[in-house]
């Protein structure tokens, strides 16, 4: 879970990982029963990634939100205002990858495999210090990771970037 200054975060239903000797995770998981939150056994050997999948739940998110903001107001919509129509589209990529998947919540450029459309943000990106890197790094997450179409195509394009 996430903790942020003034922000009123509810423990119910949150899951938690328990590390820890018979003793400490009893204890814990009474603990966490009593904030009305879940359980689950993280291994030691895997409490490291464990933390850097919550880094990249919350704070790197947020980097990739201000990357965002970042490319609208390249494109003339200031940051508050980027904040507020980025909205609906987030909760739905939210709702969408909950109740389908990843795969399945895939859209866009990439997934219909549009190298043109991709070569386009690229370039235009240019102007935009860092930014066309983050945007290099996750389309080749995505080709990696997740369909989609005309795959060598945009692959030859991003290794032009290297």
């Known amino acids: 879970m996430t903790f942020v200054g003034r922000s009123d975060t509810s423990l119910t239903g949150v899951p938690f990982g328990i590390e820890g000797d018979a003793s400490a995770t009893r204890a814990a998981r009474k603990i966490v029963r009593e904030l009305g939150g879940n359980s689950f056994a993280v291994s030691k050997k895997n409490k490291v990634l464990y933390h850097g999948w919550g880094t990249f739940l919350s704070p790197l998110f947020i980097s990739l939100l201000v990357a965002s903001e970042r490319v609208a107001n390249n494109a003339g919509i200031p940051p508050h205002a980027a904040r507020q129509k980025a909205l609906p589209i987030l909760r739905q990529t939210l709702e969408n990858y909950a109740a389908f998947g990843a795969a399945q919540s895939f859209s866009g450029p990439i997934v219909r495999g549009d190298v043109a ?28 990771h997740l369909p989609t179409e005309d795959r060598r195509g945009l692959e030859r394009l991003l290794k032009q970037l290297s």
């Open 117 to 144: 459309t991709v070569r386009g943000h690229l370039q235009e990106l240019k102007k935009s210090t860092g930014l066309r890197r983050v945007y290099a790094a996750l389309a080749r997450v995505a080709l990696r």
